[in-house]
């Protein structure tokens, strides 16, 4: 039997609106590849750069819940913001986003990026100064190696010491392509 597009597309927002899901998801284009968004109550979960759907919505059931729907309506606000920071049009996102799975050095880490601001970049070693550790550059980098919400938590803007592009989950094509549209060398189509 199959459900009608429409009847299926008001379940999952009814279920949204009713607060019956722990954690709402969407897959969607960027001009950086295919993107998984996922976000719970609390704000904003996930950024996936290379979605494997399965993988993920596992792991998003492991950390908040096993309620986890494709939902489209609870990630608009993130879809929205992320298209304004692809049009160059947006150089902040105005998201709340939830880390409570996260270790607490982890979620410190991310607080102190969540500061780097739009065009300008910071070492891992700075980062880990300005989280109290200043010998923990390596530690830093192992946070955001599993940041799990890029571009919104801007991991991209975080060089090495000597200001070269090392390390990046989603790849150093993409932390390249971030970097220059917010130095206005290049516009994402």
């Given at each position: 039997?199959?459900?009608?597009?429409?009847?299926?597309?008001?379940?999952?927002?009814?279920?949204?609106?009713?607060?019956?899901?722990?954690?709402?998801?969407?897959?969607?284009?960027?001009?950086?590849?295919?993107?998984?968004?996922?976000?719970?109550?609390?704000?904003?979960?996930?950024?996936?750069?290379?979605?494997?759907?399965?993988?993920?919505?596992?792991?998003?059931?492991?950390?908040f819940g096993a309620r986890v729907l494709r939902s489209p309506k609870?990630?608009?606000?993130?879809?929205?913001?992320?298209?304004?920071?692809?049009?160059?049009?947006?150089?902040?996102?105005?998201?709340?986003?939830?880390?409570?799975?996260?270790?607490?050095?982890q979620r410190s880490v991310l607080e102190e990026l969540a500061r780097v601001r739009?065009?300008?970049?910071?070492?891992?070693?700075?980062?880990?100064?300005?989280?109290?550790?200043?010998?923990?550059?390596?530690?830093?980098?192992?946070?955001?190696?599993?940041?799990?919400?890029?571009?919104?938590?801007?991991?991209?803007?975080?060089?090495?010491?000597?200001?070269?592009?090392?390390?990046?989950?989603?790849?150093?094509?993409?932390?390249?392509?971030?970097?220059?549209?917010?130095?206005?060398?290049?516009?994402?189509?």
């Amino acid at each position: 039997m199959t459900v009608p597009a429409s009847l299926d597309e008001r379940f999952r927002d009814r279920a949204a609106a009713d607060g019956l899901l722990d954690v709402a998801y969407d897959l969607t284009d960027s001009p950086v590849g295919p993107l998984l968004l996922a976000a719970t109550e609390r704000g904003v979960c996930r950024i996936s750069f290379e979605p494997e759907p399965e993988r993920e919505l596992d792991a998003l059931a492991r950390w908040f819940g096993a309620r986890v729907l494709r939902s489209p309506k609870p990630v608009d606000p993130l879809r929205r913001e992320l298209d304004a920071y692809f049009e160059g049009t947006r150089r902040e996102f105005d998201l709340a986003v939830d880390l409570t799975p996260l270790p607490a050095f982890q979620r410190s880490v991310l607080e102190e990026l969540a500061r780097v601001r739009y065009g300008e970049t910071a070492t891992y070693g700075g980062l880990a100064t300005r989280v109290g550790n200043p010998r923990a550059a390596r530690a830093v980098g192992g946070a955001l190696n599993r940041n799990p919400i890029p571009i919104v938590l801007p991991c991209h803007r975080v060089v090495g010491a000597s200001g070269s592009l090392v390390g990046y989950a989603g790849g150093l094509e993409r932390k390249r392509a971030l970097l220059e549209l917010e130095r206005g060398e290049l516009r994402l189509a």
